[in-house]
């Protein structure tokens, strides 16, 4: 998921709108999982969540539902085990790669916060 906090909104909340936006799921947030902070002074929170409820879809008001009608893009929410995320081209790396790491302790050792240089970011 993708997207920003909006005024007055906490990034927890942030995450369970985009959530919900992009997929049509509801979520909570069980964990904050990594707030990563780039050089740019630009963060993201990565968050575990609990599914509640609805049909993983894309929402027909949403944007991405608006580009793909422009043909500008593609998007389809779908469901994928976290071990497959090794194999996957999921950015950041440095991330995806925690992630993997982390679950094998049951994410025991988290929240992390996490320092990246954009300009060193891996592309595979």
């Known amino acids: 998921m993708g997207g920003g906090v909006e005024e007055g909104e906490e990034p927890a909340e942030a995450a369970v709108r985009e ?6 799921l509801i979520v909570q947030t069980e964990k904050l999982l990594y707030r990563i902070i780039y ?8 968050y575990l969540c ?3 409820s609805g049909d993983i879809a894309l929402r027909f008001d949403s ?14 929410p779908d469901w994928y ?14 991330i995806r790669d925690r992630i993997l790491k982390d679950r094998l302790n049951g994410f025991s050792d988290t929240p992390r916060e ?4 954009i300009d060193q970011l ?3």
Do not use: C, G, W
């Open 114 to 117: 996490i320092h990246l240089k």
């Open 63 to 76: 944007i991405e539902a608006r580009k793909m009608e422009q043909q500008e893009n593609f998007y389809r």
């Open 50 to 52: 609990r599914y509640l």
């Open 122 to 124: 891996r592309n595979e």
């Open 81 to 94: 085990r976290i071990a497959d995320l090794s194999e996957m081209s999921v950015y950041p790396l440095e």
């Open 39 to 46: 050089d740019n002074r630009n963060e993201e929170h990565f």
């Open 19 to 24: 959530v919900d936006e992009e997929t049509s």
